[in-house]
């Protein structure tokens, strides 16, 4: 095994060593450096699990997707060096069956999912991602798409803002943030991210930051993942990924918060099922699942794991494998 390289962004990815065991028996089934497997990694970010997995198996080919044109172009500088072993696609992931077919191949042997913002998109000021930074309130990952944070604050009504901050944000005060919106709004239409933050600070009593953490943590959460449509990307992205994985292939999946963890969960308990009616004897044929859990609940980051990289406090780790080549266990 090859020393790990950190590349030239030192981006330094989540849980790495323990993403690789967790694939590595679906990329090695031909050939023990990965000659002939491929692996889709469909948040390629700063390239930094792709490099981890490239530097270690040899004949790795990796498909790397990501709907961020800054991600690309970083990830494509760090993983030059690899050449034409490994691709870059301008997708959403749950655009994985048509980038798969792109490139030819009937199914993949690995899939990698590592959701979420990015430390770079975090880092950059104008990309409006960070409470801690008064920057443009912006927040697409896709610079392309049209819908900006500030559209969410200066547009929708009470009843869909509040909707957002407590369906996304699991705020508390999800309704009395939306009025004080509304009402600042009414005087000038929002545009950075400062005022944003002061008006939660007036808006959220003190005495429950103790325990909710930084008051503008799950409102930036929840415009986030309206501005991208996140969840509903997540939803397709796991069918999606199910079905383009060969038979003994792989598909991994890191959540940073329980609405991404119950997604993920859900969707695996639906493709293990056994979908034979309960009560009878034996199962009926044809309803025996195609798949199986590989990791026992969500694993976790262990203490050394989160002292070396607080990222991975909150990371939870989900794998499955593909046994069959069909079955009725994905609804
Ligand atoms: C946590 S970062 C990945 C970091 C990467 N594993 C590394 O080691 O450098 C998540 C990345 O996924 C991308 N992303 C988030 N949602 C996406 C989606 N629906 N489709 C494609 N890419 C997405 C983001 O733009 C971001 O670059």
Known sequence: MNAPQQGEHGHVPVMADRMFALLEPALTRLAADGSGAVLVDGTLGAGGHTEYFLDRLAGLHVVGIDRDTSAIEIASSRLARFGDRVEFHHHRYDEIADVVATTGRPSVDGVLLDLGVSSMQLDRADRGFAYSIDAPLDMRMNPDDELTAADVLNTYDHGALARVLSEYGEERFAGKIASAVLRERSKEPFTTSGRLVELLYATI????????????????????????????????????????????????????????DRIVKRDFAAAVANTTPAGL???????????????????????AEREANPRSAPVRIRAIERIAADGKGRQ
């Open 205 to 260: 009593p003190a005495a429950t930051r103790r325990s909710g953490g930084h008051p503008a943590k799950r409102t930036f959460q929840a415009l986030r993942i309206e501005v991208n449509h996140e969840l509903d990307s997540l939803r397709g992205v796991i069918p999606a990924s199910l079905d383009v994985l060969a038979v003994g292939g792989r598909l991994a999946v890191m959540s940073y918060q329980s609405l991404e």
């Open 281 to 303: 004897p034996v199962d009926l044929p044809g309803t025996a699942p195609a798949f199986t859990l590989i990791t026992r609940g969500a694993e976790q980051a262990n203490a």
